[in-house]
C-alpha cells in the first residue's frame, strides 16, 4: 500500500522542491465497500456494470488482497496508512480495555468530552498534503473526528448518531400488542394512543441524557400527530416544522433540536443551550394502529456538534450545495430488518435514501474537485449486501423461497447503481485524471455461526460465574479466575494474561506455548454439518502484524473462518453462549469476516 502511495504522488507531478504542477494529472479514488470480485467478474460479463468494464478496458481489473481479519475499518486503515494493524491499531470493530475488561468501539472513543480518534500510523493525505498536494478525504472508514490533515474531509463510518453509538431508531405505535416481550436491539419501540380520541396522537423524541442533570434524564422534544380522517395521512409537526405524510412515505430530512437549558434559565434566553440534530420519518401505517418510524437522530450538517468535517464548515457546504444528508457513519439501518421493525421492501426504501445521497452528492464534489487527490467513498453495497446475501443463496438456512426469492436482484441492482458513479467520474473528470475504483474486501454468504467464547468453555479455557446466564453481554458472566483465554470482536482471541489483564493467570512465559495449543485444537475443529474445518488459519499476532508501537492492543490471535462460517455477534460482544455451532437464521445473511484469502 505505501507503494501506491508513492505512485499516486508521482502520478500528480511532485517535484524536488515541492508543490505541484498544475498541469499533472489529478487523481480520483473511488472506495466502493464490499464490491466483491467474483459478483463484479459476472455482472460485467452480462452487461450490467458498463463504467467498470470500460475502465477495465482503459486500465487494469484483478483481485486484490485484503487485511486480516477483513473488516472495514481494519482494511481501510491498512489503505490510509500503507501499513497493518501492528502500525495504525485497529483490529476489529470492537477492542477491550485490559484494566477494566470492558469492550470499546475501535476507531474513536470519548476523552475528557472531546471525541479521539484512535487510528495511528501516517495517513497518505498527510504525505501528499506535505508535498503540496491537495486532498479531499470523503466518508473514509475509521476518521471520525476527522484527521484535520487533508484540505477537506468529511467522517464517514464511525460517525456516530446523537446518542454517540452506530445508530438507535425509534419506533412508535399505537398497538399495544407489538413487539410485546419481545427484546428489540438496534432501536426503541414506544407505545403512543389518541388520548382524547379526536385523531390526535401526542409523543416525545427522545435525545441523550441531559449533560447538566446529576441523574440521568433523556432530553425531549414533544411531537404530534394528526390523522387526516378521510386518508392514511397525518401531520407531523415536530417544533416549528410540519410535514404531511401518508402511509407509506418517507419525510425528507426534519430538524430537531432538543432544549438543554436547565429548568431555572428565563424563557427570553433559552436559545443559547440547544442541540440541533435532524431525522427522517416514515409513516408505516395509519389504521387500524398508526406505526411511526424515526430515524436515529443524525448530526445536523448544517450546525455539527461533533466534528464531522475539515473545515469545519465543509459538511454546511455539502449541505447548502446539495441539501441535507445521513452524517451517521453506516446510514443503512440494518437494525430495523433485525429486529423486525420493518419488512425487507421498506429496509431497501430507506437504504435506497441513504445510498441516494451519496450518488447525488459526487457530481457537486467532482465539480469543486480541481487538482490533487479526491476520495470518495460509497457504503451502500456493503450494507445492502449484508441484509440481502441470503435472496442469492438457496443452500442458505434460513432462505425462504415465497419470502427471499422476489429480492435476488437486489445486491446486483445496487452494484448496477454504484457502477453509474464509475460512469459519471469517466464522463466528467477530463483528460488529465487518473481513475481507481476499489474495494476493502470482498463478500460471500454467512450459513454457520461459530460462537468462540462458548468453544473456550466447552474446552476448559473460559469459566463462567453462573451456568444459567449464558446470555449476559460485555465478559460480565467471565470467572476470570479460571479463565485462560477469552473472545471479543468478529475474530479476536485474547489470552487472560498476568501483568496486562486486570485478573489475569496466564503467565507470560507460558503465552506462547498455551496459544499454540489453543490454535492446534481450534484447526482440529470440524462443522458436523458440513464436514469442513471451521477455520482456515489462525493468525498469530506476534506473527502476523508489524512491530508498529500498536500491535499490544490487538488481539493474541486474529481467527480465519473458513467461507461461509462467521464469528457469532454475541460472542463478539463477550457473551459467552450455550453451544459453540449454530445455523445462521438471521436476516444480516451475507458477511466478509472470514479468512482474507477467501474473500478477495
Known amino acids: 500500500m505505501r507503494a501506491l502511495v508513492l505512485v499516486l504522488a508521482a502520478s500528480v507531478g511532485v517535484g524536488c522542491g515541492g508543490g505541484v504542477d498544475p498541469s499533472t494529472p489529478r487523481v480520483i479514488v473511488l472506495g466502493l465497500d464490499g464490491m466483491d470480485h467474483a459478483l463484479t467478474t459476472r455482472l460485467m460479463a452480462e452487461g450490467r456494470l458498463p463504467g467498470l468494464s470500460r475502465l477495465a478496458r482503459m486500465g487494469g481489473f484483478t483481485p486484490l488482497g485484503t487485511s486480516t481479519p477483513p473488516l472495514s475499518p481494519v482494511a481501510w486503515s491498512d489503505f490510509i496508512t500503507g501499513a497493518d494493524a501492528g502500525v495504525h491499531g485497529i483490529f476489529d470493530f470492537i477492542h477491550r480495555d485490559p484494566e477494566t475488561m470492558m469492550p470499546y468501539l475501535s476507531t474513536s472513543r470519548v476523552q475528557d468530552g472531546q471525541h479521539e480518534l484512535l487510528r495511528r500510523g501516517e495517513a497518505f493525505w498527510e504525505v501528499l498534503e506535505d ?19 487533508a484540505s477537506r474531509e468529511l467522517s464517514g463510518m464511525g460517525t456516530p448518531d446523537i446518542l454517540g453509538g452506530y445508530g438507535t431508531f425509534s419506533y ?76 407509506g412515505e418517507w419525510s425528507d430530512w426534519v430538524p430537531v433540536v432538543f432544549d438543554l437549558n436547565p429548568d431555572f434559565i428565563p424563557t427570553w434566553a433559552r436559545f443559547f443551550l440547544k442541540l440541533p440534530t435532524q431525522a427522517r420519518f416514515f409513516l408505516r401505517q395509519v ?31 455539502l449541505a447548502r450545495d446539495t441539501g441535507r444528508y445521513y452524517t451517521q457513519g453506516m446510514p443503512e439501518d440494518t437494525g430495523v430488518l433485525v429486529a423486525g421493525v420493518l419488512s425487507p421492501g421498506e429496509f431497501l426504501q430507506q437504504a435506497a435514501i441513504a445510498g441516494g445521497e451519496t450518488l447525488e452528492q459526487f ?71 487518473v481513475l ?11 450459513r454457520r455461526t461459530f460462537h468462540l467464547n462458548a468453544w473456550l468453555h466447552e474446552n476448559g479455557y473460559l469459566a463462567v460465574k453462573d451456568e444459567r446466564l449464558p446470555d449476559v453481554d460485555a465478559l460480565l458472566n467471565v470467572d476470570w479466575s479460571g479463565t485462560r483465554a477469552y473472545g471479543i470482536g468478529l475474530n479476536g482471541l485474547y489470552l487472560n494474561l498476568e501483568g496486562r489483564e486486570r485478573d489475569g493467570i496466564v503467565s507470560p512465559a507460558d503465552r506462547d506455548e498455551l496459544l499454540e495449543e489453543i490454535a492446534e485444537k481450534l484447526a482440529a475443529v470440524i462443522d458436523p454439518e458440513t464436514g469442513h474445518p471451521v477455520l482456515g488459519h489462525v493468525y498469530l499476532r506476534d506473527e502476523t502484524y508489524t512491530d508498529g508501537g500498536h500491535r499490544e492492543i490487538g488481539p493474541d490471535a486474529v481467527l480465519g473462518y473458513t467461507k461461509g462460517t462467521r464469528g457469532s455477534n454475541p460472542s463478539a460482544k463477550g457473551t459467552v453462549g450455550a453451544e459453540s455451532l449454530t445455523d445462521n437464521e438471521d436476516p444480516w445473511s451475507g458477511d466478509h469476516g472470514m479468512d482474507a484469502p477467501d474473500v478477495p
Open 363 to 433: 457530481p457537486s464534489v467532482l465539480d469543486g474537485f480541481d487538482r490533487g487527490l479526491l476520495f470518495y467513498y460509497v457504503g451502500n453495497g456493503d450494507l445492502v449486501s449484508h441484509m440481502m446475501w441470503r435472496s442469492m443463496d438457496s443452500d442458505h438456512p434460513a432462505y425462504d423461497a415465497e419470502r427471499d426469492a422476489p429480492f435476488a436482484d437486489v445486491v446486483p441492482s445496487v452494484y448496477a447503481e454504484m457502477d453509474t458513479l464509475v460512469s459519471y467520474a469517466l464522463d466528467h473528470m477530463g483528460d488529465d485524471t
Open 287 to 317: 389504521r387500524p394502529h398508526v406505526a411511526l418510524y424515526v430515524s436515529p437522530f443524525n448530526i445536523d450538517p448544517m450546525a455539527p456538534v461533533f466534528p464531522i468535517s475539515t473545515p469545519d464548515s465543509y459538511a454546511g457546504e
Open 131 to 149: 508535498q503540496g498536494i491537495p486532498t479531499t478525504i470523503l466518508r473514509i472508514p475509521a476518521n471520525f473526528p476527522p484527521s484535520g490533515t
Open 172 to 247: 412508535y405505535t399505537t398497538d399495544r400488542l407489538a413487539f410485546l416481550g419481545l427484546e428489540i436491539s438496534g432501536g426503541n419501540v414506544y407505545q403512543v394512543e389518541d388520548k382524547g380520541g379526536v385523531g390526535v396522537i401526542e409523543g416525545q423524541l427522545y435525545g441523550p441524557d441531559h449533560p447538566l442533570r446529576a441523574t440521568p434524564q433523556k432530553v425531549a422534544v414533544d411531537f404530534t400527530l394528526s390523522l387526516d380522517p378521510d386518508r392514511p395521512a397525518v401531520k407531523l409537526a415536530v417544533g416549528d416544522e410540519e410535514r404531511i405524510l401518508r402511509q
Open 436 to 446: 481507481i475504483a476499489m474495494s476493502d474486501h470482498g463478500f460471500t454468504s454467512w
